[in-house]
């Protein structure tokens, strides 16, 4: 069964950091690529960055310059490090996966569990 388990939010003051993991279990990260997600209060669900099997890495506008996903295939792990956070950054952070399907903007098939991640003013 595919698996995933996210883990390292928390509170954090505005310009900290934090890194989220995503551990994955069930697959080989040689065939699925991942996507980070996040959902505010009362606001969408929205796709914040995806790696794809390649390495390649993608990122919205809103958190370019200041995340950075990686995959760690050792650890069956990705992260988001999660630099100069801001209070707009509060939200639930969800990890995702998929088997490989090109772009890896989109749909995702299985999902972790969310974390909490709040930045304080």
């Known amino acids: 069964d595919v698996q995933l388990q996210a883990s390292g939010g928390g509170l954090v003051q505005t310009g900290g950091s934090l890194r989220l993991s995503c551990a994955s279990s069930?697959?080989?990260?040689?065939?699925?690529?991942f996507g980070w997600f996040r959902q505010a209060p009362g606001k969408e669900r929205e796709q914040i960055s995806c790696?794809?099997?390649?390495?390649?890495?993608s990122y919205a506008d809103s958190v370019k310059g200041r995340f950075t996903i990686s995959s760690d295939k050792a650890e069956d792990t990705v992260y988001l490090q999660m630099n100069g956070l801001k209070p707009e950054d509060t939200a639930v952070y969800y990890c995702?996966?998929?088997?490989?399907?090109?772009?890896?903007?989109?749909?995702?098939?299985?999902w972790g569990q969310g974390t909490q991640v709040t930045v304080s003013s």
């Open positions: 790696v794809s099997i390649d390495g390649f890495t």
């Open positions: 069930g697959f080989s990260l040689d065939d699925y690529q």
């Open positions: 995702a996966t998929r088997f490989y399907l090109g772009n890896c903007w989109g749909a995702y098939t299985y």
